[in-house]
């Protein structure tokens, strides 16, 4: 625009709605999930039967449940178990998507087939039916929770980090390095490794989102954590019953949840495109 | 010929280790399986004898040594057993046999219903200026992103509850099918839309846009015969990739809306701890994926014969 005016690079200020919206919610959950009580004077877990089943209103915005409890205390209150549902699952998922995709970028082509292999097998078990499996087995808990996310949602991670590592591996400065005699795990470790691993922080920021988005999935069908917590999901599955007196038990923590991962999933595009640094544009 | 054959046997060495991996998930369980099933059937959680043992461990085997189950295992899928549920006693591949239509239905309704839109919504808004396509593009970034829970919840609330114009209980019938499919395919259709869109951006700006534009072929017709062609490929690839997370979000709106199917059997038999039910819907379900995949894949070489030459 008046770009002729100014020679030098100019700083990018430009306002930015949706991220400034996104970054508010985020650091409003992650306040939620640290201090509570800063967010709500409310009691979670104080039970006034005389406000059963409130539509929201000025006292209760986000109205009352059917023990008289208030919703929006109750989502307060729960942000620190989803968000720590969200985060294990996405550590552990990290995790063997780190293993796997590594090692198969950087194996021979035996072990990088044998691991696609294993990756393709993994994606022929939907999320939510490797988690009810899993709930079976080991019965329901947290603990299975964050288990059966972290496996469900590995193989796509996996592929992306296999395919990270292998452009890596490709590109010119790699082969520089090995022109300049530097041994190839000082090469990995120095080179590919965190050049590859620069783009995970978006992928964590999704992850975490998705994750939240399945084990509150899970929760929502009663295979979850255990009432009276007022993590997300267990308030999803203790508001079905209400459905057609109540439809704001369903609503407004399934509004807390989409919210939260639509706003993480704005700031993990952001960071991605300030990567690749093709936004200012 | 012989891709064809190859994909084949790739297909069912993947679902062997399928079978193999949810053997093992089995094995893992936790304590004894024939204390578990007998608790389950009384609802008491007490130590049994070994009286009361022995007729559970004779009769689903569990007494064999890990590998001869196993072998068993395998042995039964290849034929079609998927073992005997604990809870209900029948063999299970009757029971899916009994509730797998009403999902077939719903997942098949919601795949026409998320093209319908994704296509109508690529026709219509991209690249038709800045507006129209950020919003096209905005509206499938939200709906991608929406979860099945919610948005079937907000449907029924909306549209069964309040506007009372869909049942709230669906039940068997063709007008409840309408909010369940909506429910997978919205999300679904913001999904592909995102793909085809882009596709389609970049196919509008290739040299043979240009010369069909310019042997007069009206827009509507550019994009209709010459652009979609090609902007759908990538998502026929995603579509079966696609038939897994429709199953996830069946088993949820068939929840949400009171629908018999497989999905809420599924949720029953893993509360019940029904270990036989819910690994030989998982194994069904990677089933249809494996098959699915390949028939994609077939596909794709119908829609585009370079794909031979180059693979």
Do not use: C
């Amino acid at each position: 625009m008046s770009g002729a005016l100014l020679a030098l690079p100019r700083v990018q200020v430009r306002f930015r709605p949706g991220l400034t919206l996104s970054i508010a919610l985020v650091a409003f959950f992650v306040i939620a999930a640290i201090a509570p009580s800063l967010l709500t004077t409310q009691d979670p877990l104080k039970i006034n039967l005389g406000d059963a089943l409130q539509a929201p209103s000025a006292a209760h915005i986000f109205g009352t449940d059917q023990s008289g409890r208030d919703l929006y205390a109750r989502v307060v209150y729960g942000a620190r178990e989803s968000l720590f549902i969200g985060l294990a699952a996405t550590a552990l998922s990290m995790s063997i998507a780190f293993v796997l995709g590594v090692s198969a970028a950087l194996g021979n082509k035996l072990t990088d087939g044998a691991i696609n292999r294993f990756i393709e097998l993994l994606f022929a078990f939907p999320v939510l039916l490797l988690s009810l499996l899993f709930v079976t087995v080991f019965g329901a808990g947290l603990t299975t929770l964050i288990v059966a996310v972290g496996v469900g949602t590995a193989p796509g991670y996996a592929r992306m980090i296999r395919g990270q590592v292998l452009a890596v591996k490709g590109s010119g400065y790699v082969e520089a390095a090995g022109a300049l005699g530097h041994s190839y795990p000082k090469v990995i470790r120095r080179h590919i490794l965190p050049n590859a691993m620069r783009p995970l922080v978006v992928l964590v920021t999704l992850g975490v989102g998705q994750s939240i988005v399945w084990a509150s999935g899970l929760a929502f069908l009663g295979l979850g954590v255990a009432p009276p917590s007022p993590e997300w999901g267990a308030l999803l599955d203790a508001g079905r019953t209400y459905i057609t007196q109540a439809w704001w038990l369903e609503v407004m923590p399934g509004l807390a949840i989409v919210s939260f991962a639509l706003a993480l999933t704005a700031i993990g595009r952001y960071v991605q495109q300030r990567l690749e640094g093709g936004l200012q544009r | 010929m012989k891709t064809v054959a190859l994909k084949v046997l790739g297909a069912i060495a993947v679902l062997w280790a399928a079978a193999t991996f949810t053997f093992f998930v089995q094995a893992a369980l936790p304590g004894d399986r024939a204390t578990l099933i007998l608790n389950q059937d009384s609802g008491q959680i007490i130590k049994r004898s070994d009286a009361e043992l022995a007729p559970v461990n004779e009769k689903f085997g569990f007494d064999d040594p890990i590998y001869a189950q196993y072998v068993n295992y395998v042995a039964g899928l290849a034929q079609g057993d998927l073992g005997t549920s604990y809870r209900l006693k029948a063999p299970v591949t009757e029971i899916i046999g009994e509730q797998i239509w009403p999902t077939i239905f719903l997942t098949i309704a919601a795949l026409i219903a998320a093209w319908v839109m994704a296509l109508a919504l690529t026709l219509l808004t991209a690249k038709r200026g800045r507006i129209p396509s950020a919003l096209g593009s905005g509206y499938e970034t939200f709906t991608a992103a929406l979860p099945h829970y919610w948005l079937g919840v907000i449907l029924l609330v909306v549209f069964a509850i309040e506007l009372q114009l869909f049942p709230v209980e669906g039940g068997s019938s063709l007008i409840g099918l309408v909010l369940p499919a909506l429910t997978l395919g919205i999300p679904l259709a913001g999904f592909l839309g995102q793909v085809t869109r882009d596709e389609f951006e970049k196919v509008l700006d290739q040299p043979f846009v240009t010369s069909a534009r310019a042997r007069g072929m009206g827009d509507f017709g550019v994009r209709w015969r010459h652009a979609l062609r090609h902007a759908v490929l990538p998502a026929i690839t995603l579509s079966g990739w696609a038939i897994g997370a429709l199953f996830s979000g069946a088993v949820i709106a068939e929840i949400i809306f009171a629908r018999q199917g497989i999905g809420n059997i599924l949720v029953t038999a893993a509360n019940m701890r029904d270990i036989p039910l819910v690994s030989g819907i998982v194994m069904l379900v990677a089933l249809i994926y494996v098959v699915a995949n390949l028939l994609v894949d077939l596909a794709y070489r119908v829609v585009d014969p370079r794909i031979e030459v180059s693979s």
